[in-house]
C-alpha cells in the first residue's frame, strides 16, 4: 500500500511545484500522517530536494534514482490508476521540460 501513496506523491510533487517546494523545505507538513516507510519519506524528500528532472534523467544518481528503481520494482503492485497518473506527469514533465505544447507530448 505504501508504493501506491509514494506514486503518488510522486506524481503530485512532478505536476506542483509548490507541493513540491514544501516536501523539501517541510517534509513533516507536506507528508503529514502518510502511510510512508522512514525510506520512502526519505526518498521523496531527497528527490524534491535534488529535483524532480534528476529522476527524469536516470543518469543523476542520488534519491531520485533510488525511488524509481523503487517504483519500478512496485509496478506490478500499483493499482492502473496510480500507474496512469504517474505517467501522465511524467509525460506532461518531459513537456513541458522541452517545450513541447501538453496536448502535442505523445
Same mark, same amino acid.
Given at each position: @500500500?505504501?508504493? $501506491?501513496?509514494?506514486? !503518488?506523491?510522486?506524481?503530485? @510533487? @512532478?505536476?506542483?511545484?509548490?507541493?513540491?517546494?514544501?516536501?523539501?523545505?517541510?517534509?513533516?507538513?507536506?507528508?503529514?500522517? %502518510?502511510?510512508?516507510?522512514?525510506? /520512502?519519506? /526519505?526518498?521523496?524528500?531527497?528527490?524534491?530536494?535534488?529535483?524532480?528532472?534528476?529522476?527524469?534523467?536516470?543518469?543523476?544518481?542520488?534519491?531520485?534514482? !533510488? %525511488?524509481?528503481?523503487?517504483?519500478?520494482?512496485?509496478? %506490478?503492485?500499483?493499482?492502473? $490508476?496510480?500507474?496512469?497518473? %504517474?505517467? !501522465?506527469?511524467?509525460?506532461?514533465?518531459?513537456?513541458?521540460?522541452?517545450?513541447?505544447?501538453?496536448?502535442?507530448? @505523445?
Amino acid at each position: @500500500m505504501s508504493a $501506491e501513496i509514494t506514486a !503518488k506523491v510522486l506524481a503530485r @510533487m @512532478m505536476e506542483n511545484k509548490p507541493f513540491r517546494t514544501q516536501v523539501a523545505s517541510d517534509p513533516d507538513a507536506a507528508l503529514g500522517s %502518510l502511510d510512508l516507510t522512514a525510506e /520512502e519519506r /526519505e526518498l521523496l524528500v531527497g528527490t524534491a530536494r535534488e529535483g524532480v528532472d534528476n529522476l527524469l534523467r536516470g543518469d543523476g544518481g542520488g534519491s531520485g534514482e !533510488k %525511488l524509481a528503481r523503487y517504483l519500478g520494482a512496485a509496478r %506490478l503492485g500499483l493499482s492502473r $490508476e496510480v500507474r496512469n497518473d %504517474l505517467n !501522465k506527469a511524467v509525460v506532461e514533465r518531459l513537456a513541458r521540460k522541452g517545450g513541447l505544447p501538453i496536448g502535442h507530448a @505523445m
